[in-house]
T-cell receptor, first 113, second 113 residues
Framework: GAGVSQSPSNKVTEKGKDVELRCDPI?????LYWYRQSLGQGLEFLIY????????KSGLPSDRFSAERTGGSVSTLTIQRTQQEDSAVYLC???????????FGPGTRLTVT | GEDVEQSLFLSVREGDSSVINCTYT??????LYWYKQEPGAGLQLLTY?????DMKQDQRLTVLLNKKDKHLSLRIADTQTGDSAIYFC?????????????FGRGTSLIVHP
């Protein structure tokens, strides 16, 4: 079946602009995660959605970052007033529930010039 | 906070065995995962082990867990050039109330002829 998909695969933007990154989880998966992977770094947790519960936003690095998940399915990560340090690969993952392993999408490579 | 440590690089000759090591700090870890990331791709779950197990074998992969020392290893037998990738160790403790896995920084495995 279809895996986790993300769009766009690559995004180049100018410093100060806003960007939206999209994640389509595996159908039926109730949990959805966003991570950031910077060059040479591990995965930095950003935000976690589980069903209709309030999201865990504890990993968002600043108030320029926000995310929403509509209808318990598609999620959008928004970065406002992008900075060069926001350049990274943004990975989305979903899982059937909070106790299960995660399935990752291919990521969106964001470059802020 | 919880921490997962891995060495950053490992170089092996094709046909040899590779051993990738990982240490973690959370004594309540329930699951320990190994993910593989090929260039330009997301993370793919390779295998996992429950904390009440010492060893798990899956074809060319052997996972060893020393719970006392909080040490996890992944052995790849007969390493092939297609095994070249970044390998991430992750610990997950949903029973402790945290539904966010902690990932290591990843070990780059380089397989040369």
């Amino acid at each position: 079946g279809a895996g986790v998909s993300q769009s766009p695969s690559n995004k180049v933007t100018e410093k100060g602009k806003d960007v939206e990154l999209r994640c389509d989880p595996i159908s039926g998966h109730t949990a959805l995660y966003w991570y950031r992977q910077s060059l040479g770094q591990g995965l930095e947790f950003l935000i976690y959605f589980q069903g209709n519960s309030a999201p865990d936003k504890s990993g968002l690095p600043s108030d320029r970052f926000s995310a929403e998940r509509t209808g318990g399915s598609v999620s959008t990560l928004t970065i406002q007033r992008t900075q060069q340090e926001d350049s990274a690969v943004y990975l989305c993952a979903s899982s059937p529930g909070p106790d299960y392993e995660q399935y990752f999408g291919p990521g969106t490579r964001l470059t802020v010039t | 906070g919880e921490d997962v440590e891995q060495s950053l690089f490992l170089s092996v000759r094709e046909g040899d065995s590779s051993v990738i090591n990982c240490t973690y700090t959370d004594s309540s870890s329930t699951y320990l995962y190994w993910y593989k990331q090929e260039p330009g791709a997301g993370l793919q779950l390779l295998t996992y082990i429950f904390s009440n197990m010492d060893m798990k074998q899956d074809q060319r992969l052997t996972v060893l867990l020393n719970k006392k020392d909080k040490h996890l290893s992944l052995r790849i037998a007969d390493t092939q050039t297609g095994d070249s990738a970044i390998y991430f160790c992750a610990e997950f403790s949903p029973s402790g109330g945290s539904y966010i896995p902690t990932f290591g920084r990843g070990t780059s495995l380089i397989v040369h002829p």
